[in-house]
């Protein structure tokens, strides 16, 4: 062979190589020719549902993450099963909610490209759309997920309020985010809300001796103490005070300042990496926090997805075919 026919055929074969990268990988797009009004429906959609309901971005945002968390970004986390026994069920999902944003969405798009667009993408893109009517990061969804047709409650197991640095490490490394994209993406908390019990164990009796978690500040313990009483399962209680609704950077202020809700956001404090962003992010005028998030997001929305001819395109979000 001559060199230039050399070269030839080694360009064909790169050609190959990314063609098939392509179709069996997620992109930018993906719909581009077979559906170019999805993207603007579903924000169409979006913007006009956190119009009405503003607290409605956060879980939304947080569904992303259950979904992605659980088999992957497959739309799991959407299933419907008769006998009670989906994801939805389990008792961490205790707050999702936002499954009608994904319906609404999913039916407009049907009626003009059916059969075509994932409710995995649907749910990414919403997540995404979500975060920007909040004020908040803007970035490119990659889509050319498939959906799953799996859901079962005992496969969820997602991260806990209540672990320490370490198990959060091995939980988010588990699925292939790295200590950066866990500090990150848990700036989430930056909007939304959480309930009593999850920090009862945090404002009274934290060691058996009728104190508080030593890595909550007093003075705030003291104010959480008056809107959570020992007993009470109901209320929920905004993860970042006075702007719960926007999403913004003060999650890192509050956490410096050990006011972080959850003993999973305190111990980001317990980590030489994750603290230094937290300080970073805290202090530094020109935060990088919203660049990060988008960068985080699409590497949470690539975990053990299903592309090319794996899963399905569902009908209908809650149901498989
Ligand atoms: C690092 C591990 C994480 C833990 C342990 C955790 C835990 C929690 C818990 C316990 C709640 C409160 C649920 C309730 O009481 O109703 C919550 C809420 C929330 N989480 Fe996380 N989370 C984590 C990571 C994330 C990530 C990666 C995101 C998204 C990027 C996220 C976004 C949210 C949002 C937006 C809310 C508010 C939901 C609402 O207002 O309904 N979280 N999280
Ligand atoms: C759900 O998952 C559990 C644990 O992996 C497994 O034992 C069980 O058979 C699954 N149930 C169904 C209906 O697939
Ligand atoms: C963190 O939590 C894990 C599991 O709950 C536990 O085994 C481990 O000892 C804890 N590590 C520290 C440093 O507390
Ligand atoms: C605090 O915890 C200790 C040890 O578990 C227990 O003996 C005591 O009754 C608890 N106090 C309250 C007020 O719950
Ligand atoms: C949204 C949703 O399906 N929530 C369910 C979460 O789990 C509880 C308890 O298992 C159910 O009662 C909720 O309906």
Known sequence: MTASKRLVVSCLFLVLLFAEANSMGLKVGFYGKTCPQAEGIVKKVVFAAIKKAPTL????????????????????????????????????????????????????????????????????????????????????????????RVSNISEVNLPSPFDNITKLITEFSAKG???????VLSGGHTIGMGHCPLIANRLYNFTGKGDSDPSLDSEYAAKLRKKCKP??????????????????????????????????????????????????????????????????????????????????????????N
């Open 57 to 148: 971005g956060a879980p939304l945002l947080r569904m992303n993450f259950h979904d992605c968390f659980v088999r992957g970004c497959d739309g799991s986390v959407l299933l419907e099963l008769s006998n009670n026994q989906a994801e939805k069920n389990a008792v961490p999902n205790l707050s999702l909610r936002g499954f009608g944003v994904i319906d609404d969405s999913k039916a407009a798009i049907e009626k003009v490209c059916p059969g075509v667009v994932s409710c995995s993408d649907i749910l990414a893109l919403v997540a995404r759309d979500a975060m920007v009517a909040l004020e908040g990061p803007s970035w490119e969804v990659e889509t050319g997920r498939r959906d799953g």
């Open 177 to 183: 985010l790295d200590e950066k994209d866990l500090v």
């Open 231 to 320: 007993t009470d399962f109901t209320t929920a209680i905004e993860m970042d005070p006075g702007s719960f609704k926007t999403f913004d950077e003060s999650y890192f202020t509050l956490v410096a300042k050990r006011r972080g809700l959850f003993q999973s956001d305190a111990a980001l404090l317990d980590n030489s990496k994750t603290r230094a962003y937290i300080f970073k992010q805290a202090t530094t005028y020109g935060s990088t926090f919203f660049t990060d998030f988008g960068v985080s997001m699409v590497k949470m929305g690539r975990i053990e997805v299903l592309t090319g001819h794996a899963g399905e395109i569902r009908k209908m979000c809650r149901i498989p």
